[in-house]
């Protein structure tokens, strides 16, 4: 399938995707401080820029979309054209992604990624669940966790 829209409106497309402070990264934020949790932002001391960094916890939360990251659920479908370039550029970021939370975790950091999924599209989780389960994993959990849209027979049940 061509693509519909001219080299020069693809561009200016493209350019308006945001790398930070995205959509679920700010309401995130909000609804965190909200609860009481004080974060800093994109700290560039640490590998990879987390986005969201909580010092007290010694905790990261890094907010991935589904498409730039290749996660395996409904949100992500590898484009019909060009497709090797976009093969190879989403593995780079998972490579990217996995040698960030290795430098992480190697100094002493708790990481948790959040996927666009579980925010928004039909696996998404109810909004509170999802403020709930990081707050949660904030005050007492594991090392390395992730979050993401619920399954098939979460949503039918």
Not at 68 to 92: A, E, Q, V, Y
Request: glycine letters at 4%.
């Amino acid at each position: 399938m061509t693509d519909i829209l001219t080299p020069a409106q693809r561009s200016r497309v493209m350019s308006r995707i945001r790398a930070r402070d995205t959509r679920l990264e700010i309401w995130l934020r909000k609804q965190l401080f909200a609860k009481g949790f004080r974060y800093r932002i994109h700290v560039s001391t640490l590998p990879g820029r987390p986005d969201i960094v909580f010092p007290k916890y010694k905790a990261v939360v890094l907010v991935h979309g589904c498409f730039w990251h290749g996660h395996d659920c409904n949100l992500f479908r590898m484009p019909s054209t060009r497709t090797s370039f976009w093969r190879d550029k989403i593995r780079s970021n998972r490579e990217r992604d996995r040698r960030n939370i290795e430098a992480l975790r190697e100094e002493d950091w708790r990481v948790l990624e959040i996927w666009e999924c579980s925010w928004r599209g039909k696996t998404r989780q109810p909004s509170q669940r999802l403020v709930d389960q990081v707050s949660d994993w904030l005050k007492h959990g594991n090392t390395i966790a992730s979050i993401e849209g619920r399954t098939e027979q979460e949503i039918t049940e």
